[in-house]
């Protein structure tokens, strides 16, 4: 069995962590990730709901994963994500029995102390070395450092995991976690080799029985190769990768273009029949992620999709990648 601080810290089998995911993160993939030995956890905005509501639908799918599993879990507090009173957003968390946050999206001084105070475990997730540093400095037990591989939001300095994951073990003296391009027990092992305590995933977790985004999302992941992902919106600093889809594309062209104004114009015009409020670039990741739109949806997944073969539960993931990475270490 692989033990590390990580293991410790935050009682798990082995130290494979759910990645926090913006709509794709559902309680029901928490419990099986958690059930699989890892640690499960819940996103800030599982599925989408209003701002105003947002702490009460993350309640509800905290609940349905306590219902499956009485393993560790976790909820992910993205800070651009749960609105304009994390700390109440937190108490939540506290009144449900999270023990576990992780933090990410922001500056790890805007809530370590408080979670800290509340007993809790916290990990901050970062992109650089200085950011690493600073989540040291603020009383941050796990960092967590994602690659330039990794789906979703990027870092603007796109540091490849290759070279992250050693840099911040190197400046750091709490445990680090590895992220970005991870999905499978090479990678596991590999980053442990660079001198990670453990993994995070996100894209591995996707085509699983157990998360709950469209089926269309889940074959698009199965049959994508290494070329199956795109870097999109760099002009408008939200670098964000996504599958490439017609509409990711389109996005891709704009940037090399420099078609700032045309780009806005296509977010704006997403279609909205999700009803759902907020940013219109969070209804196209609805309509990629629950709809099922591959032609003019987002759906953000990470390079490690090509080693997604078919869809199976997330325990399994979790079983999968830990056994062909103890049959290496
Ligand atoms: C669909 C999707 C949504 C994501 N949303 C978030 C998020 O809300 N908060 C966050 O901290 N990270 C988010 N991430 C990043 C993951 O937590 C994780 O670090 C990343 O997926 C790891 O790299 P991988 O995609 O190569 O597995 C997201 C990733 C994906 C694929």
């Given at each position: ?11 798990i089998?082995?130290?494979?962590i ?54 560790s ?66 009383g ?14 990027e ?98 062209d ?26 219109p ?28 073969q ?20």
């Open positions: 069995m692989i033990k590390t601080r990580v293991t410790e810290l935050l009682g089998e082995t130290p494979i759910e990645g926090g995911m913006a709509i794709a993160g559902n309680g029901e993939l928490a419990a099986a990730v958690s059930n699989g030995g890892g640690l499960g956890v819940v996103s800030s905005n599982p599925g989408w709901s209003k701002q105003s509501e947002r702490t009460k639908n993350v309640r509800q799918h905290l609940r349905r994963a306590k219902a499956l599993t009485d393993k879990l976790c909820a992910n507090m993205s800070l651009q994500l749960i609105g304009k009173n994390p700390e109440r957003h937190l108490d939540m968390l506290v009144e449900e029995g999270v023990k576990i946050v992780v933090t990410s999206g922001g500056s790890p001084g805007v809530l370590t102390q408080t979670a800290k105070d509340y007993g809790l475990t916290v990990m901050h997730v970062v992109a650089n070395v200085r950011q690493a540093r600073r989540s040291e400095d603020s941050v037990d796990i960092v967590v450092c994602e690659g330039y591989e990794a789906g979703g939001i870092g603007a300095d796109e540091i490849t995991s290759m070279v992250l994951i050693p840099s911040v073990v190197d400046a750091v003296s709490i445990p680090v976690v590895g992220a970005g391009g991870i999905g499978n027990g090479r990678g596991m092992v590999a980053a442990l080799a660079l001198g990670a305590e453990g993994i995070q995933m996100g894209s591995a977790f996707l085509a699983t029985t157990e998360c709950h985004v469209h089926q269309n999302f889940k074959q698009a992941i199965v049959e994508a190769d290494d070329t199956g992902t795109v870097m999109i919106q760099r002009m408008i600093g939200r670098l964000s990768r996504v599958i490439k889809t017609p509409r990711a594309l389109q996005f891709q704009m940037d090399k273009r420099g078609a700032a104004g045309e780009m806005q114009e296509l977010m704006a015009t997403t279609p909205s029949d999700a009803n759902i409020e907020g940013a670039t969070m209804d196209a990741q609805w309509h990629g992620q629950m709809g099922g739109d591959m032609e003019n949806g987002e759906a953000a997944a990470g390079q490690s999709i090509t080693f997604v078919e869809v199976k539960s997330a325990s399994d993931v979790v079983r999968d990648i830990t056994a062909e990475a103890e049959a290496l270490a």
